[in-house]
């Protein structure tokens, strides 16, 4: 398997730090930023590399060489003027393999490329982009999927966003097949999304690749010194999927959301102040944030399950305006209980997915590669503290939404906190 990194952007928001070092030597815990990703590549016997530079590129080849002082073989091409992030493509294809990774060089991050790679290839995809949620989808280029993880469109950062929207971010590394790739002249400035995904979507082949793990791009100096901190407390390494992963598994209404009984439509929604700093507490931390959660109303008929993805994607909106995000949702349509009018008979049905079963608890566990026994269920109810005592989790009531006078199950939390902050504050100083 071949790598190709993206080295030679200018870094202009970076201000002074780039002013006479390029942005993929800038240095953390005094390791240049490249040499994470080599390293990490190697770690999956990703050996072969091109590092594509420009700006001050001379001093990332003084500082590599040919690579085997780091256990790989690195090669350059030298861009004598801009050509963005695919003109380059254009005269390295002939000596690419059928397929390839390429990624940015001004990203920290710690993945597991034989699963990305297992993915790509399981789906037999034409291009495979790694996808996430980040703190700033508003500027951002969002991905749309389908159920199945196609690419269905790709929201630019600059265009006018009148929808709400899932929090689904390129994260800027990829697995790319050489077809495409026909399209590209020598000498002309291309990019990557416009020149070569955008067009190929429409057959079908470009797959979105969800991950939770760590991938942060160094575009200004406020997340410099966010992941420069979270480089020396390991969060970076502790979130490669291959590890065994902690989390927070959250309730929605009540504990997100203001409880407001059944809500059917995204103009209820309404998030407290707790909440969003709560979660930038978790976002920061080694713990992933998964939100599980009943929703009856489709059963009910009181809104579809169409209505119900724009309810969550109204909810990741609001959270991503605040910088924050939760790493994915699992919920469960169904009711038992028939005989009400209106009602989906569809969905009325007993299942292992409604809390207090663990059905979902247990696919995200094996989603996410998480081990229960570390992490936690945190909710406003006593059929939420039920639910987190059958997946063996320690279990925190809050004293939002209904703060646990439903009533429904005898059973007391292993932790309250008057509010979700509160909770984060001692789960990840703990």
Known sequence: MK???????????????????????????????????????????????????????????????????????????????????????????????????????????????????????????????????NSHPYDSDLVVLSKKHVVEKIIKKNENRTTDYNNCVNAGIYVLTKRPLSALSEGEKQDLETNIIQPAISNGRIYGYKTTEYIKDMGTIERYRVTQEQVRKNIVFKRNIANKQKAVFLDRDGTINNYVGLLSSPEQLQIEEDVYLGLEIFNQSEFLSIVITNQPVVARN??????????????????????????????????????????????????????????????????????????????????????????????????????????????????????????ACHIVNN
């Open 3 to 133: 790598a190709i990194i993206m080295a030679g952007g200018l870094g202009s928001r970076l201000g002074e730090l780039t002013s006479s070092t390029p942005k993929p030597l800038l240095q953390i815990e005094g390791k240049p930023i490249l040499l994470y990703q080599i390293e990490n590549l190697r770690r999956y016997h990703i050996t072969d590399i091109t590092i594509v530079v420009g700006y001050l590129g001379h001093k990332i080849r003084d500082y590599f060489g040919d690579g085997s002082e780091y256990g790989v073989n690195i090669s350059y091409f030298v861009e004598e003027s801009p050509l963005g992030t695919a003109g380059s493509l254009a005269y390295l294809v002939d000596n690419l393999p059928d397929t390839f990774i390429l990624l940015y060089g001004d990203l920290v991050f710690d993945i597991d490329f034989s699963k990305l790679l297992q993915f790509h290839i399981g789906k037999k995809a034409e291009i495979t982009m790694t996808v996430h949620p």
């Open 302 to 423: 009181l809104c579809s399950v169409e209505e119900l993805d724009l309810i969550h994607r109204k909810l990741e909106t609001l959270l991503g305006q605040r910088g924050v995000y939760i790493d994915d949702l699992y919920y469960c349509p169904h009711h038992p209980d028939k005989g009400y009018p209106k009602e989906n008979k569809l969905f009325k049905i007993r299942c292992q997915c409604r809390k207090p079963e663990i059905g979902l608890i247990k696919q995200a566990a094996i989603d996410y590669n998480i081990d229960l026994s570390q992490s936690y269920f945190i909710g406003d109810t006593t059929v939420d503290i039920l639910t987190g005592k059958n997946a063996n989790m320690t279990t925190v009531l809050l004293g939002t939404g209904q703060a646990g006078k439903d009533g429904k199950y005898p059973v007391s939390s292993d932790l309250y906190f008057d509010n979700l902050y509160q909770a």
